[in-house]
């Protein structure tokens, strides 16, 4: 991410960063970007006049925000503090302005204390000493979550070593994944491109049974089967080996699970959250528009207040739709299709709102439902993910090993990528929950898919698997497993794909005879 600040910033934040003789330009920001948020300050960038780009440019994330163990960037750390401060999740350039803001806001009250203090007397000093014992102050053992229902100690962590196998080599050699060995990985998304019969479900379900096995069922995970083919007597061996859930949105009364607890109680940070959820039912509901995004703004707004600190339900939501269309006289549009919609069982709101997050689930979304419902359901599910997880603790390794907390397994993820606003919310899921120790997988049916025109997928992912897909142009695969120690081997290895055989680049290239979930349910006898 590349950030040109302002020249007065420019000069203040010289001025500053000699003052203390910090030796990295990086320091300065990131302090000033402490005193702006705790002081509670909230930007609205369409209407805020962001700062001049004729100053510095910071050109590389590590420069301006610092390195963790690993030598990764501390951007998504504090990516997700401004996440917290506005209780969204804000895309790429959405964080770049409100740093921006935020940077000439704290620079101001730091310069305003400086020019109030006797330097000779060493004041500058207990200016930052100051705001670290009272950041000290508010410390706590304690997670917090935005929704204030769902409590983190629900959750098991993971911190022991979590490896499976995908299959093995053609001189076989048995290919293990030490997923959350950071010596190995540096991040745990996957991504698996294989087409129809390729034997991409088959090899998710295995890699899930061993999750589940390793792990003594502890490592929870939800498992969107966007095409709905699931069947819950064929599927049995599997729900019963991993102790998992299976719901038929149709057929089983909907999920229980309320996606208004993706909206903060919180009235100060409540009006930001209300905005993501709108915007993500607008991202898959037709033809929604500004006045009617303004309008569900306003009816969620009014509901949440006449709750008196309780979640609404989709139907309250509806039946509050439907009193306005009517005090108003406006003829049903898509927006009151849409979420219409929504109350035919998808979502069982119950009231004790329970933790969906305690339970592996296998959501089947069948061809009954719209594509519009059925995207919908997923993204209003993955925005409580977010939501839930960038509120929580980051991870902290242990030695070498990562702690786990989820899986969540994305079916036919060409479908979102094809939409514009989707893929902005997959990559910020992708990017944002990485460090809450959440295992995020796509399954689709080409490399392709991966590629598109505003971002790489395949940049976020650190265990690509190439399946036996239709284009196996050598361009597109190299750009999707990553760049091969020889091309010839890669180009090699393309020829021998086939059902049932993958594709990946650890070391070398090498095609694998891939683990079937059908082959491993007989020879265990499950």
């Not at 007065?8 to 500053?16: K, T």
């Not at 008196?308 to 049903?332: K, Q, S, V």
């Not at 505003?454 to 940049?459: L, M, N, Q, R």
């Amino acid at each position: 991410m590349r950030i040109k600040i302002s020249k007065e910033n420019d000069e203040l934040l010289y001025r500053i960063k000699t003052l203390y003789n910090f030796k990295n330009d990086g320091v300065v920001p990131r302090i000033a970007l402490s005193f702006s948020l705790l002081s509670g300050k909230l930007f609205d960038i369409e209407k805020e006049i962001t700062p001049s780009s004729d100053g510095k440019e910071f050109r590389d994330d590590k420069a301006l925000f610092g390195t963790v163990i690993g030598e990764g960037s501390n951007l998504v750390i504090f990516k997700t503090i401004v996440d917290q401060h506005y209780s969204k999740n804000t895309f790429e350039d959405e964080f770049a302005k409100l740093f921006k803001l935020h940077l000439n806001h704290g620079l101001n009250i730091w310069n305003e204390k400086i020019e109030s203090s006797n330097i000779s007397n060493g004041d500058h000093i207990d200016i930052l000493l100051k705001s670290i014992k009272n950041g000290l102050t508010l410390r706590s053992n304690t997670v917090k979550i935005n929704s204030g229902i769902v409590q983190m100690n629900s959750m098991k962590e993971i911190t022991s070593l979590l490896s499976f196998e995908l299959g093995k080599t053609e001189s076989g050699e048995t290919i293990e994944i030490r997923i959350n060995d950071l010596r190995e990985f540096d991040n745990r998304n996957m991504a698996i491109a294989g087409m129809a019969g390729s034997g991409k479900t088959q090899l998710m379900k295995d890699i899930l049974y061993q999750i589940s096995k390793n792990t003594n069922n502890e490592l929870k995970f939800i498992f969107f089967d966007y095409k709905g083919e699931g069947n819950p007597s064929q599927l049995k061996p599997f729900l019963d080996a991993t102790k998992c859930e299976f719901i038929d949105i149709v057929n089983d009364n909907g999920v229980k699970f309320n996606p208004f607890l993706s909206i903060s109680l919180d009235e100060r940070q409540r009006p930001f959250s209300i905005k993501a959820f709108v915007d993500t039912i607008a991202t898959f509901v037709p033809s929604v528009g500004v006045a009617q995004k303004n309008i569900l703004t306003n009816v969620i707004t009014d509901l949440f207040d006449s709750k008196n600190g309780a979640y609404p339900t989709i139907n309250e939501l509806f039946e509050a739709i439907e009193e306005y269309y009517e005090e108003n006289n406006r003829r049903p549009d898509t927006l009151f299709a849409g979420i219409q919609d929504l109350t035919t069982n998808i979502f069982n709101c119950d009231p004790n709102n329970p933790n969906i997050l305690d339970k592996s689930l296998y959501l089947n979304l069948p061809p009954a439902l719209s594509d519009t419902l059925r995207q919908l359901v997923v993204f209003l599910l993955l925005r409580y993910f977010n939501t839930y997880f960038s509120s929580t603790n980051d991870c902290e390794p242990v030695d070498h090993i990562f702690p786990l907390r989820y899986v969540i397994v994305i079916d036919e993820a060409h479908i979102y990528l094809k939409n514009k606003n989707a893929r902005k919310a997959l990559e910020e899921l992708l990017r944002l929950l990485r460090s809450k120790g959440v295992i995020i997988v796509m399954l689709s049916q080409g490399v392709e898919d991966y590629k598109t025109k505003d971002f790489d997928f395949a940049s976020q992912v650190k265990l690509p698997i190439c399946l036996n897909v239709q284009n196996k142009d050598y361009k597109a695969i190299s750009n999707f497993v990553g760049t091969p120690s020889s091309k010839y081997k890669l180009e090699t290895e393309i020829k021998k794909l086939e059902s049932g055989k993958g594709l990946i680049n650890i070391g070398e290239p090498k095609i694998i005879e891939l683990r079937q979930w059908w082959k491993t349910k007989k020879e265990e006898n499950i």
